[in-house]
């Protein structure tokens, strides 16, 4: 059986009550919403490949990806280069338009931040979904909760916590490498020093 969006309401059934300031944890998840954020995943490991942090991010409209990317600021020199802002801009230039279509979803493995979830509500992004919360800067339950402020003309349904382990334990992963990293070329100077 195939619900189309036309006959449920996204997550309508699916979602429990909200857990923080209006963000929804699912407890089931649709294996097309686990097939994407699957595909987010990869990104994610194709940016700590590149030593970005692992993060990655997929649009999809009516099942299928219309913009993607993973985190690019240090290689591309560009504070804004997080994936949200990477996907959105892959999809604003392949549909030669600065908003997105309706029903548009962004999947992405970290909690956005103030510039990202900015940058999703004006492009009119309808339902984003995150895997790990980023508890000193997320702006979608976190810290604050961007995507239910009042004075935006726009609103994003948001949902939380699909693949949250897969998604900390690369962020986990990747900052306990770049740390050890860094310990051993400041074991390395000191002895080159002495």
């Known amino acids: 059986m195939t619900i189309s969006s036309t006959s449920l309401k996204p997550y309508q059934s699916l979602s429990r009550q909200p857990d923080i300031k209006g963000v929804h944890t699912s407890t089931f998840w649709l294996a097309e919403d686990a097939k994407w954020m699957q595909k987010a995943l990869k990104l994610a490991e194709q940016g700590a490949e590149c030593g970005e942090v692992p993060v990655g991010a997929v649009l999809v409209h009516e099942r299928q990806i219309i913009g993607q990317g993973f985190n690019q600021p240090i290689g591309g020199h560009d504070a804004t280069a997080h994936a949200e802002i990477v996907a959105l801009r892959d999809a604003c230039q392949r549909l030669e338009n600065y908003r997105l279509p309706l029903h548009t979803t962004l999947y992405v493995t970290l909690e956005p931040c103030t510039m990202c979830i900015g940058a999703l509500i004006h492009a ?71």
């Not at 949902?159 to 310990?183: D, N, P």
């Open 124 to 194: 009119r992004v309808d339902r984003l979904i995150y895997a790990a919360n980023e508890p000193r800067a997320g702006m979608v339950g976190s810290q604050l909760d961007l995507s239910i402020q009042p004075f935006y003309n726009h609103n994003i349904q948001v949902h939380r916590g699909l693949c949250i382990e897969h998604s900390s334990q690369m962020l986990k992963t990747f900052f306990r490498e770049r740390r050890r990293a860094a310990k051993k070329n400041k074991s390395k100077a000191l002895i080159e020093n002495n």
